[in-house]
């Protein structure tokens, strides 16, 4: 069964297991309430995760050893974990927002930006531990299984997500995973992810006042109110004073002591580190560029290029500066560029087709947004996928395309109705 059948079929479901779909969490040994199998559980991690990651920046593939780093800790933690058994995934994306999260079934990330903001080893396996405890505690499943998430699923198709370059955008599995991690943890979901991550930390040798000075940091942060922190960890994730002296009451109970690692992670983080004035170039170029600034934008994004030129996300931004400034051919050799560097990345496959269908490339075009689509879905490629069936006489192919556009909502969706009409009167 799909996934967008199964949540079809949810409401069904909750009628014919109320009285009988119970089971035991497997952290807390409490019961609970078990409408999604393991199976589903495990089918809906796996299926979204690599969407999931591109639609929150991508893979950061200039540093793989920071990735292998950051696995070797989460399965550190993992063995000793209520479910070692679960088919953990850990991967660093490439985004300078704060941010981690956890889909059903293992399936982490931790976000660049983050791990810039830690100190050592022992903060990273603090934060780690508790996205495995948010997984192996089935914390997202209970949040779909109460109606959080089940609209999500039934409709599966265009959802606004906030703070997110694909607003309406998003088409199936792209837009439900993305909701699941924007999702807020109840209060008691994260203090059961502070508590057994603790006791993960301390199994696994680490420092758990690591812990408190993490929730100290985060309840700081957010007072100063960074707005790359509030729609960022925090928007899942809300910090409060609560959870900082609930931590220290746990470290009080096992004692402050353990592995800190600092040494190990300064190394380990000393190439993002220094490429950290080049991202903040990049952000800053995109700011000035959402305010229309474009020739200060220009200027910032040629910064960041200058510093590493082997980063895909620098020539996909300035590319789309040139595209606003109806430079096409240059648009067209930096977003080339940015797929050269980064292939599966879909927001880049993306960029590269609209340009081509501007310039009127149009094999070109269908070849990027195609492979766009195969890996995340958005309405806007299957709208100008069907423009491109239209130039090319494919007219099945073009109302397939814009009858799928059509189902997401929004302008896309309308644009896509008149021109089906069009096509079908």
């Given at each position: 069964?799909?996934?967008?059948?199964?949540?079809?079929?949810?409401?069904?479901?909750?009628?014919?297991?109320?009285?009988?779909?119970?089971?035991?969490?497997?952290?807390?040994?409490?019961?609970?309430?078990?409408?999604?199998?393991?199976?589903?559980?495990?089918?809906?991690?796996?299926?979204?995760?690599?969407?999931?990651?591109?639609?929150?920046?991508?893979?950061?593939?200039?540093?793989?050893?920071?990735?292998?780093?950051?696995?070797?800790?989460?399965?550190?933690?993992?063995?000793?974990?209520?479910?070692?058994?679960?088919?953990?995934?850990?991967?660093?994306?490439?985004?300078?927002?704060?941010?981690?999260?956890?889909?059903?079934?293992?399936?982490?990330?931790?976000?660049?930006?983050?791990?810039?903001?830690?100190?050592?080893?022992?903060?990273?396996?603090?934060?780690?531990?508790?996205?495995?405890?948010?997984?192996?505690?089935?914390?997202?499943?209970?949040?779909?299984?109460q109606g959080m998430l089940i609209s999500a699923g039934v409709a599966g198709l265009g959802f606004a997500l906030s703070d997110n370059e694909w607003t309406g955008l998003l088409m199936g599995g792209a837009a439900l995973g993305a909701q699941i991690i924007q999702a807020q943890y109840s209060?008691?979901?994260?203090?059961?992810?502070?508590?057994?991550?603790?006791?993960?930390?301390?199994?696994?040798?680490?420092?758990?006042?690591?812990?408190?000075?993490?929730?100290?940091?985060?309840?700081?942060?957010?007072?100063?109110?960074?707005?790359?922190?509030?729609?960022?960890?925090?928007?899942?994730?809300?910090?409060?004073?609560?959870?900082?002296?609930?931590?220290?009451?746990?470290?009080?109970?096992?004692?402050?002591?353990?592995?800190?690692?600092?040494?190990?992670?300064?190394?380990?983080?000393?190439?993002?580190?220094?490429?950290?004035?080049?991202?903040?170039?990049?952000?800053?170029?995109?700011?000035?560029?959402?305010?229309?600034?474009?020739?200060?934008?220009?200027?910032?994004?040629?910064?960041?290029?200058?510093?590493?030129?082997?980063?895909?996300?620098?020539?996909?931004?300035?590319?789309?500066?040139?595209?606003?400034?109806?430079?096409?051919?240059?648009?067209?050799?930096?977003?080339?560029?940015?797929?050269?560097?980064?292939?599966?990345?879909?927001?880049?496959?993306?960029?590269?087709?609209?340009?081509?269908?501007?310039?009127?490339?149009?094999?070109?075009?269908?070849?990027?947004?195609?492979?766009?689509?195969?890996?995340?879905?958005?309405?806007?490629?299957?709208?100008?996928?069907?423009?491109?069936?239209?130039?090319?006489?494919?007219?099945?192919?073009?109302?397939?395309?814009?009858?799928?556009?059509?189902?997401?909502?929004?302008?896309?969706?309308?644009?896509?109705?008149?021109?089906?009409?069009?096509?079908?009167?």
């Amino acid at each position: 069964m799909t996934n967008r059948l199964f949540f079809r079929c949810l409401p069904l479901t909750i009628l014919l297991f109320a009285m009988t779909g119970c089971s035991v969490n497997p952290v807390t040994g409490e019961k609970q309430l078990s409408l999604i199998p393991e199976s589903q559980e495990l089918s809906i991690g796996a299926e979204q995760y690599t969407p999931t990651q591109q639609t929150q920046g991508g893979q950061f593939y200039l540093d793989p050893d920071l990735t292998v780093y950051v696995r070797e800790v989460g399965q550190k933690l993992a063995r000793v974990s209520d479910r070692p058994d679960l088919p953990y995934e850990f991967v660093v994306l490439n985004s300078s927002v704060p941010n981690a999260w956890a889909l059903p079934g293992g399936k982490i990330a931790i976000n660049r930006g983050l791990l810039t903001e830690l100190e050592d080893e022992a903060q990273l396996a603090s934060v780690l531990g508790h996205e495995i405890v948010h997984a192996a505690a089935r914390h997202s499943v209970q949040r779909m299984q109460q109606g959080m998430l089940i609209s999500a699923g039934v409709a599966g198709l265009g959802f606004a997500l906030s703070d997110n370059e694909w607003t309406g955008l998003l088409m199936g599995g792209a837009a439900l995973g993305a909701q699941i991690i924007q999702a807020q943890y109840s209060q008691g979901d994260e203090l059961e992810s502070d508590r057994y991550g603790i006791e993960y930390m301390v199994e696994a040798g680490y420092d758990p006042q690591a812990a408190v000075e993490l929730q100290e940091l985060f309840v700081k942060l957010s007072e100063g109110r960074q707005s790359n922190f509030i729609d960022g960890l925090f928007a899942s994730h809300p910090p409060s004073q609560k959870r900082v002296a609930e931590n220290r009451k746990l470290v009080q109970k096992y004692g402050a002591g353990g592995y800190r690692g600092k040494d190990v992670y300064d190394r380990k983080l000393a190439k993002v580190r220094k490429l950290k004035p080049a991202y903040d170039a990049h952000d800053e170029a995109l700011k000035l560029a959402s305010e229309g600034d474009m020739e200060a934008a220009l200027t910032r994004i040629n910064e960041a290029i200058r510093i590493e030129p082997d980063e895909a996300l620098f020539f996909s931004l300035r590319g789309r500066i040139y595209e606003a400034q109806e430079k096409k051919a240059k648009a067209e050799a930096d977003l080339e560029k940015a797929v050269s560097l980064y292939p599966e990345m879909f927001s880049y496959r993306l960029h590269n087709g609209l340009n081509a269908l501007s310039r009127n490339k149009l094999d070109k075009a269908r070849t990027n947004l195609t492979k766009a689509n195969e890996v995340v879905p958005t309405s806007i490629a299957f709208l100008r996928l069907g423009d491109v069936a239209v130039k090319q006489n494919r007219r099945d192919d073009a109302i397939r395309y814009y009858q799928t556009a059509a189902e997401a909502g929004g302008a896309v969706a309308e644009e896509a109705k008149r021109k089906l009409a069009n096509l079908t009167q």
